[in-house]
Nanobody, 124 residues
Framework: QVRLVESGGGSVQAGGSLRLSCVAS????????MAWYRHVPGKEREEVSH????????TYADSMKGRFTISRDDDKNTLYLQINSLKPEDTGEYYC?????????????????WGQGTQVTVSS
């Protein structure tokens, strides 16, 4: 349906920031709910944040403590995740996900398409 490619990960010291990008192709994301997930080693994949079609609604996991900001630029067919005040426990693989939804959908709980991930490594 849509191909998603993440980028922007890397190695950073604790307290630093990263801006992850997810570029979509094969479809335009304007009709999609989008999300960021992460997989921390030894733990199950968890949702970091999702954003509705149109970008008017944003949801974050409580455990992210306000350090994460999701945004989208539909003209560029790109989803972003700004991560501030990075901690070593943020180390893991970060994935973007997408699901095409009706225009009135504000909350998404499942996704059909996934990227391959970008690695984030945070050192003390």
């Amino acid at each position: 349906q849509v191909r998603l490619v993440e980028s922007g990960g890397g190695s950073v010291q604790a307290g630093g920031s990263l801006r992850l990008s997810c570029v979509a192709s094969g479809a335009t994301i304007g009709t999609y709910c989008m999300a960021w997930y992460r997989h921390v080693p030894g733990k199950e994949r968890e949702e970091v944040s999702h954003i509705n079609r149109g970008g008017s609604k944003r949801t974050y996991a409580d455990s992210m403590k306000g350090r994460f900001t999701i945004s989208r630029d539909d003209d560029k067919n790109t989803l972003y995740l700004q991560i501030n005040s990075l901690k070593p426990e943020d180390t893991g693989e970060y994935y973007c996900a997408a699901k095409e939804v009706p225009y009135y959908t504000d909350v998404c709980t499942s996704y059909d398409d996934w990227g391959q991930g970008t690695q984030v490594t945070v050192s003390s």
